[in-house]
């Protein structure tokens, strides 16, 4: 994420707090920002290809979200590769999300219920968290903005169309990919976890607001998604950005495109939120 376009920009006054997630063998820092009671928390992954971002590079984002949706957002520094290969990632976001549901009444104002969020990485880590939580009645909805959902073998035109449109290109997907999955080939049956969008069916799958962009490498992977939700009769809401790039919501400041996600996401925030 590039904070350098948030400079001179001022930030909403958010509460926030630090809270360590300590499992048997390891911790993850969260931070958290507070919203109001009457709002289900936002759990979020950060996106940069499961090898780079953390708290601070989405900082000014989940400073917004926070502020224009009352959520609490609640924002999972997930171990990253090469450190840390495939299937870290998604096992820290399941254990890191299970914690805090189970936890919902002695954390940060909410109303009981969750919404799992995040970008790129972070919305295919939303995808499988999700897919790994299934019947679970205090996850009301999914956040997903232009996730990775197939491996990069898979024929998506958008790869070959803006393969160089920035600040994600196509070479640098595929090593973020190649880097995660450490040497996995695509048809090991473990990556599966990685790609749930290859299953038939995602029948049951929480309401959705998946979130595509034109001008980037990911465009057909989001669309190839949203028409799967489809026919898996999940509710879902496909916002498409027709003149922005990869990342527009959380790297390129308080734009017009910014703007109009925001809004997008306070309404669908607060139509999952009514009885």
């Not at 063998?25 to 931070?31: D, F, I, K, M, V």
């Amino acid at each position: 994420m590039n904070r350098l376009a948030w400079e001179g920009t001022p930030l909403p006054e958010v509460k926030t707090s630090v809270l360590q997630l300590a499992f048997d063998e390891y911790s993850l820092a969260t931070r958290m920002y507070h919203g109001a009671l009457d709002r289900p928390l936002i759990i979020y992954f950060h996106g940069g290809g499961w090898t780079i971002g953390d708290l601070d590079t989405h900082h000014p984002f989940c400073l917004h979200l926070a502020d224009q949706t009352r959520c609490t957002v609640m924002s999972v520094d997930y171990r990253l590769a090469p450190e840390h290969p495939f299937p870290t990632a998604h096992n820290d976001a399941l254990a890191a999300s299970r914690w805090i549901i189970d936890n919902l009444n002695a954390l940060a104002p909410n109303n009981g219920e969750v919404v799992i969020a995040g970008d790129s990485a972070g919305g295919n880590l939303t995808l499988a968290t999700a897919a790994r939580l299934p019947d679970e009645p205090r996850l009301r909805g999914c956040l997903m903005m232009y996730p990775a959902i197939q491996h990069y073998h898979a024929a998506m035109r958008s790869y070959t169309e803006h393969a160089k449109s920035g600040p994600l290109t196509t070479s640098i997907m595929r090593w973020f990919t190649d880097t995660y999955l450490d040497g996995l080939a695509p048809a090991d049956p473990s990556v599966e976890l990685m790609f749930p969008g290859r299953r038939t069916t995602l029948a049951g799958f929480p309401r959705s607001l998946l979130i595509t962009a034109e001008r980037d490498p990911l465009r057909d992977d989001g669309r190839r998604l949203a028409s799967t939700l489809q026919r898996a009769h999940v509710i879902v809401q496909h916002e498409h950005f027709d003149q922005e790039a990869h990342g527009f919501p959380c790297s390129e400041g308080p734009t017009p495109g910014h703007e109009r996600f925001m809004a997008i996401t306070k309404t669908w925030i607060e139509a999952i939120s009514e009885r």
